[in-house]
């Protein structure tokens, strides 16, 4: 049997989700096409609707890159590729991130231009099945169906995106709750310029494009940050990610160990570990210690792809072990 780095596939429950996840991103995009088209017929000359179709294709970018990105993931790793293509979610997750920094940019210099211009959208009147109708009420009617389904996909998306650790997925979630804010915004919009506020439809206009905007950076700088191998953080880059805890905590409970500091990178939906271990004084680990030690690490979380155990005679300062964090309280 020949040796390889790391895993190829997720266990079967985080296989379940992405199934679950691929189905969900297939019905969003289907759920995009109709609604950009919709809002497309109806959208006149306000900015509000103008952004909120802008928006709309911009919602195309992370379902889109999710799944041309887990077509590649699970690929076995090889000589030219030794880590495997786990961080192809990064790869996507970079991509979303500046499809939205650079139409959030254009939409509120566009917004802002017709807010400082006094531009009037003028909305005119249509004809449907005979009957003279102001194009606002279909413009509000609209949107307003857009609202309920992004609501829902995101809650599941959230779920998932936590479960799986794919801050792509994370990502389509947050766009989702932009779709439905934008509808809202664009609703706001259009009323006002039917109650005669010319100022309320490019106002909306601009908030939806700083949503995006604000969207894109925080995408952006977190995905930079990954694949410039920041320590590993969680699904939201909220906090550091407890895998690194618990693999220090485990390795330090081993009878031959004196010190244990770890360093964890961020592969997409999987990490690589790297732990640096201070044996105790005439205790150097027999090969089978560490296959065991390793092993161990493994079964600790899923999300472990393959670890790293060095045996060394001090702890790097950077991974902080526990003498050193010690060390430096005493110096203080």
Not at 51 to 59: G, N, Q, Y
Not at 202 to 210: E, G, R, T
Not at 215 to 237: E, K, P, S, V, Y
Request: include cysteine; hydrophobic fraction near 50%.
């Amino acid at each position: 049997m020949t040796a390889r780095f790391g895993r190829t596939e997720l266990p079967a429950p985080q296989r379940a989700a992405l199934r679950r996840a691929i189905r969900f991103e297939w019905f969003t995009l289907v759920f995009l096409a109709v609604a950009i088209t919709l809002v497309f017929l109806v959208m006149g000359s306000s900015q509000a609707m103008k952004a909120a179709w802008v928006e709309d294709l911009l919602s195309l970018a992370p379902p889109i890159a999710f799944l041309v990105a887990v077509k590649i993931v699970n690929k076995i790793p090889t000589a030219k590729y030794p880590y495997g293509y786990h961080r192809a979610i990064g790869v996507a997750h970079l991509v979303a991130g500046v499809a939205l920094l650079t139409m959030g940019a254009f939409l509120i210099i566009d917004s802002f231009t017709g807010l400082l211009g006094a531009e009037h959208p003028p909305i005119g009147s249509v004809v449907v099945f005979g009957q003279q109708l102001w194009l606002g009420w279909l413009m509000m009617g609209v949107m307003a169906l857009t609202i309920p389904l992004p609501i829902y996909f995101g809650r599941v998306k959230m779920k998932l995106a936590k479960e799986l650790h794919d801050k792509v997925l994370y990502a389509d979630a947050d766009m989702n709750k932009a779709d439905w804010m934008t509808a809202v915004g664009s609703i706001v919009g259009v009323a006002g310029i039917g109650l005669g506020l010319w100022w309320a439809d490019a106002a909306m206009a601009l908030f939806i494009a700083a949503s995006i905007l604000w969207d894109g950076i925080r995408n952006l700088r977190a995905a930079i940050t990954d694949l410039m191998d920041t320590r590993a953080t969680t699904f939201d880059d909220d906090s550091p990610h407890p895998v690194s805890h618990k693999v220090d905590e485990f390795l330090r409970s081993l009878p031959w160990t004196d010190d244990v500091g770890s360093r964890v990178r961020d592969q997409g939906h999987v990490f690589h570990v790297e732990s640096f271990i201070v044996p105790k004084h005439g205790q150097m680990p027999s090969l089978q210690k560490l296959v065991e030690a390793r092993d161990g690490c493994i079964d600790l979380d899923w999300k472990i792809q393959d670890i790293v155990l060095v045996p060394i005679d001090e702890l790097p300062e950077e991974v902080g072990g526990s003498k050193n964090v010690r060390q430096s309280e005493r110096n203080r």
